[in-house]
Structure formats: structure tokens, C-alpha cells
């Protein structure tokens, strides 16, 4: 399982193999030992060629049709996030995000890209306002809620067995994954996953009430894949802001950043067969801000001025 953080997906090279890819699967190289291989790829094509639909690389294959499809598909991975179903801009951007990216196939040796399986997040594209995260502070921004969507994606992929050739944290810690399992997209950062099978995988996602649950589907070869999130350590706050209000108050809460990092672990049966570090992430900490009362202080002067011109007399 390789994982290629960020931006430095421009080339793959495996260890013992003669296959190489250059530039996101531009140029391939495919040696003996693999051409076997991609003889079974393309007879799984012809096989389940008709269960695709021309020029976008869908499968007729949602949750319930992936689950009873007669042409093979098997359950690899499921992953599932929860969020309030009270906040109705992220619901909807969650729910459109979900709708774009269900019954998406990953062909052998192909790869997937959040954003161009996405599109844009705009008003036009249907996407409403919600709480994004920008430079270590929460606002308001047309998609929030998206990344909830790649992040269930990211974490159903890793259990799949799927490479992940581009990803990017948040720059805080976010509630509905464990630190380092989280992956951020925007306008300049994608999640990127590559299917190093010899036969295609389908994505399916489906919105519940306040959750979302993203399942592989593909060909079970036995193996199973965990992951574990460790804090390294944790990044005190620094001290907090102090603004003058009409109340003593705490505006926003302190809390701490984490150094973290995730290890994915491939199984067979109950024997594991490996373990990797596959990243290692930084979130900041969020630092307070707390509201003093602003105090009456002019009558007190007054008063005061008054006391001492009468001790002079």
C-alpha cells in the first residue's frame, strides 16, 4: 500500500515490479510478471462491460444493486461518518457530494479523482452555505460539508485495499474522524485513489439521517485492512484573546492541537501481515477568546476627585 501525501503524485514506481506509471497513469510499462494480469483485466472487461455506462465510468451499481448484482461484486470495505441533520446546508452539500460520487467504477490500473468526479462546489451546481474551515478559523462557505464526503471516501478506500495517491489534512482536528484519517478538498486539493487490482471496483454512497456510508465493491480476496490513529502529542493553545463586552463571557473554548499519526494494517484471516505508518499530520490549536465586562469607571473618578479635594480643605 503506498500513499503519496499532497502533491507528489506525479509518478508511482512499485518496488519489485516492472510496472511503472508516470504522470497519473499517462505512460505504463507492464513486464511479464504482470501480463497475466492484464490478460484476466481484460476479460473481466468484456465480462462486465455491459454493466457499465459509456464515456463516464459508472456502474449500474448503488448500495442495494452492488449488494445482489449476479455479475460478481463483492462488499470489500464500508466506512460510515455521522453529522447534524439539523444543519441544513450541510445535508444538502453532503447529499449532492454523495449523489455524485455513487456508482462510480475505478477500472484496473485506474485512478479516481474527488474533484473531477465532484465538480466545482458552487450555487449553481446546487451547493448552499455551511461552516468551511479557512486558515485555522471556522466561516461560512458555498460546500461545507464536502469533505465529510471525501474523508468517508478516504476511509472506505483504505479498508478496500484502494491507493491513495493525494490527500491533504484540515489544518484543525475535526469531529468525525480520528486525527490523521481525514482528507481535505477544495479548489486546489483533490483525493486521489488509484486501483492497483486487475479488476474494476464500484463506489457506492448513501445518506442517512445525519450519516453518510460509503462501501467498495469489487472482488473479496480475503484480505482485511485496519486502521489505527495515535496523538504523538498534543499542541497547547496559546493564551487566550481578551476582548471588552457588555458580559463576562467565553466566546470560543481553547483547545489543543495534536500530532498524530496512522498505521494501516493488512490482515488474512486473523494473521497480520504487515504493518505501515502511512502518514503523519499537524492540526493546530484553537486559541480562546473571552469577553471582560467593560467597567463603569467615570462616575468612580469623579467621586474619587471630590474625596481628595475635600481631604484638602
Keep these: 500500500m503506498n500513499i503519496i501525501p499532497k502533491k507528489n503524485a506525479q509518478a508511482v514506481e512499485r518496488q519489485g515490479s516492472t510496472q511503472v506509471r508516470v504522470e497519473r497513469g499517462v505512460e505504463m510499462k507492464i513486464g511479464r510478471k504482470n501480463t497475466t494480469a492484464l490478460f484476466l483485466a481484460g476479460a ?3 465480462w462486465l462491460g455491459s454493466v457499465w455506462k459509456n464515456g ?11 449488494q445482489n448484482t449476479p455479475y460478481g461484486w463483492d462488499k470489500i470495505s464500508s466506512y460510515t461518518t455521522y453529522y447534524n441533520a439539523k444543519d441544513e446546508g450541510r445535508c444538502e452539500n453532503i447529499t449532492i457530494a454523495a449523489e455524485l460520487i455513487d456508482g462510480a467504477t475505478v477500472q484496473p490500473y485506474g ?3 474527488f474533484n473531477k468526479t465532484v465538480g466545482r462546489r458552487t450555487a449553481e451546481a446546487g451547493f448552499r452555505q455551511a461552516k468551511i474551515i479557512v486558515n485555522g478559523e471556522y466561516v461560512l462557505g458555498v460546500g461545507g460539508g464536502v469533505c465529510q464526503v471525501s ?20 489544518s484543525l482536528q475535526i469531529p468525525y474522524v480520528a486525527p490523521s484519517r481525514d482528507a481535505m478538498v477544495s479548489s486546489e486539493c483533490d483525493l486521489q485513489l488509484y486501483n492497483a487490482h486487475a479488476y474494476p471496483v464500484c463506489l457506492t454512497a448513501e445518506v442517512f439521517s445525519g450519516g453518510l456510508r460509503v462501501s467498495v465493491y469489487g472482488r473479496n480476496e480475503g484480505d482485511r485492512y485496519e486502521m489505527i490513529s495515535r496523538t504523538i502529542e498534543e499542541i497547547p ?10 458580559k463576562e463571557e467565553i466566546i470560543r473554548s481553547p483547545k489543543n492541537g495534536v500530532r498524530s499519526e496512522l498505521y494501516l494494517e493488512r490482515y488474512r484471516g486473523n494473521v497480520l501481515l504487515s504493518r505501515k505508518r502511512i502518514r503523519v499530520d499537524e492540526y493546530r490549536p484553537t486559541q480562546g477568546i473571552i469577553a471582560k465586562k467593560v467597567v463603569e469607571t467615570t462616575n468612580k473618578m469623579v467621586f474619587n476627585a471630590c474625596l481628595f479635594q475635600e481631604k484638602l480643605l
Design 151 to 170: 474523508t468517508t471516501l478516504y476511509n472506505a478506500a483504505l479498508k478496500s485495499g484502494l491507493e491513495v495517491l493525494e490527500y491533504h489534512p484540515h
Design 111 to 113: 485512478e479516481f479523482s
Design 56 to 66: 463516464d465510468e459508472r456502474c449500474v451499481c448503488d448500495a442495494e444493486t452492488a
Design 237 to 246: 493553545p496559546p493564551a487566550p484573546i481578551v476582548k471588552m463586552g457588555e
Design 44 to 46: 473481466v472487461f468484456l
